[in-house]
T-cell receptor
Framework: DAGITQSPRHKVTETGTPVTLRCHQTENHRYMYWYRQDPGHGLRLIHYSYGVKDTDKGEVSDGYSVSRSKTEDFLLTLESATSSQTSVYFC?????????????FGPGTRLTVL | AQSVTQLDSHVSVSEGTPVLLRCNYSSSYSPSLFWYVQHPNKGLQLLLKYTSAATLVKGINGFEAEFKKSETSFHLTKPSAHMSDAAEYFCVVSDNNAGNNRKLIWGLGTSLAVNP
């Protein structure tokens, strides 16, 4: 398995509080992604990174920000959590030398916003 | 623009019978195509991938898929279903375009049930 961990694995928080999810990789891969998974929507890309300090928005980026200060860590922050952000969040990585866009996924973080 | 359509949201088969999960795609460039599997309350695992080599792709656990450019399809098949195959399956496309930063476009998933 690719060396990807996510923390925390489960979190319950209240509306209006800030939340940060962490993705950590040991593969030295260049590309990192944050997705959310919701019933009926499949996986939707929130933000992605194509290098240290290089990030861009995905299709559902409103209400989320990201940071990547070093290769191995990609942080997703909900500045002020809302109930609509209750979801399962997956981090994925893709290597610089890996061909054809193959992505490897972390175990996921289940976030509940009350 | 890229898109993926999984033609069935739910498929139910009996153990030992063939499995067919259908996927059509749209892509402006030469695509890469993937099938991922997600077992209940688990993460996502790559089942197989097409990357412009052989059009018939073999994956893990006896699954295979055939890339048909003329039909823009990438259907997933297995000759004989096993109870452990019950899961959610996602068809995924990515353009082999250097400008897309390796983004994947996901289908909405097909839930496979296997009945004893």
């Amino acid at each position: 398995d690719a060396g990807i961990t996510q923390s925390p694995r489960h979190k319950v928080t209240e509306t209006g509080t800030p939340v940060t999810l962490r993705c950590h990789q040991t593969e030295n891969h260049r590309y990192m992604y944050w997705y959310r998974q919701d019933p009926g929507h499949g996986l939707r890309l929130i933000h992605y990174s194509y290098g240290v300090k290089d990030t861009d928005k995905g299709e559902v980026s409103d209400g989320y920000s990201v940071s990547r200060s070093k290769t191995e860590d990609f942080l997703l922050t909900l500045e002020s959590a809302t109930s609509s952000q209750t979801s399962v969040y997956f981090c994925a990585i893709s290597g610089w030398t890996k061909s054809y866009n193959e992505q490897f996924f972390g175990p996921g973080t289940r976030l509940t916003v009350l | 623009a890229q898109s993926v359509t999984q033609l069935d949201s739910h498929v139910s088969v009996s153990e030992g019978t063939p499995v067919l999960l259908r996927c059509n795609y749209s892509s402006s460039y030469s695509p890469s195509l993937f099938w991922y599997v997600q077992h209940p309350n688990k993460g996502l695992q790559l089942l197989l991938k097409y990357t412009s080599a052989a059009t018939l792709v073999k994956g893990i656990n006896g699954f295979e898929a055939e890339f048909k450019k003329s039909e823009t399809s990438f259907h997933l098949t297995k000759p004989s279903a096993h109870m452990s195959d019950a899961a959610e399956y996602f068809c995924v496309v990515s353009d082999n375009n250097a400008g897309n930063n390796r983004k994947l476009i996901w289908g909405l998933g097909t839930s496979l049930a296997v009945n004893p």
